[in-house]
């Protein structure tokens, strides 16, 4: 329906169920003028009555919409080489090349671990030999590879003593001698008592005041200790390393 407003001649396009039937009252959006629209019943009524034929309703305008630009054409695409037959390299989908990754061997890596781990314990078995501690490695039960030093024990008698307070005072004296022309390293001193049965009873050992003799010298040492086993029957000195006799 196209309102035409009767004072500025303002035409407005609207629906018909916007003005009903029965008509309303309107108001120009440009002069602000009001009047009373009949609906399109009342008005075919009215041009009836007046003989005057409906003109047809003009279509509503089409609305049309503008063209859509043409989709962009796509990149030129590069040219590409394509090899002949039997000349493209060999894929292989399990080669350890990006994107791929070698795969980790848990395996492999605790076969590693426990290599380096028996590695150490030879390093540390080697600085225990080579230090001079045979007791320590006799200890563990490890093998003695010094070879017998030279030197000789010249011991003095044993001399018990009991003391005042009730206990009794085991004393062991002597030298240790360099019959050789060479300087000699002056090992250790190991004291052993044992009884009737050879069995040892007690031990100790006594570390010399020097670490090494001059040819043919001689070195002295002494050794007390309390409250040794009453069983102890016989005394054995020997160098630390070496095998009691």
Known sequence: MILECTQCRTRYLVPDSAIGPEGRTVRCASCKHSW????????????????VTPSPTPPAPQIIAPPQPAPPAPP?????????PGTAPEYDAFAHQPPFRPRRNPARRWTMIAFAAGVAML?????????????????????????P????????PIDRRDLANGSEMFAVSGKVVN???????????????????????????????????PPRGA?????????VPVNSKQLVL????????
């Open 36 to 51: 009373f629209q009949a609906g399109q019943v009342l008005d075919l009524v009215a041009r009836a009555e007046a003989g």
């Open 76 to 84: 030129p695409q590069p040219d590409v080489e394509i090899a002949p």
């Open 123 to 147: 390093i540390g078995v080697a600085a225990i030999l080579y230090s001079g501690a045979p007791g320590l490695a006799r200890q563990f039960g490890l093998p003695i590879g010094t070879p």
């Open 149 to 156: 030093t030279p030197l000789k024990i010249v011991s003095n």
């Open 179 to 213: 019959p050789t022309d060479q300087r000699q390293h002056v090992p250790d001193i190991r004291v052993e008592l044992k009884d009737a049965q050879n069995r040892l009873v007690y031990s100790w050992t006594i570390r010399p005041e020097t670490v090494s003799l």
């Open 219 to 227: 070195v002295e040492f002494n050794s007390a200790k309390l409250d």
């Open 238 to 245: 020997s160098f630390s390393g070496e095998s009691a006799s």
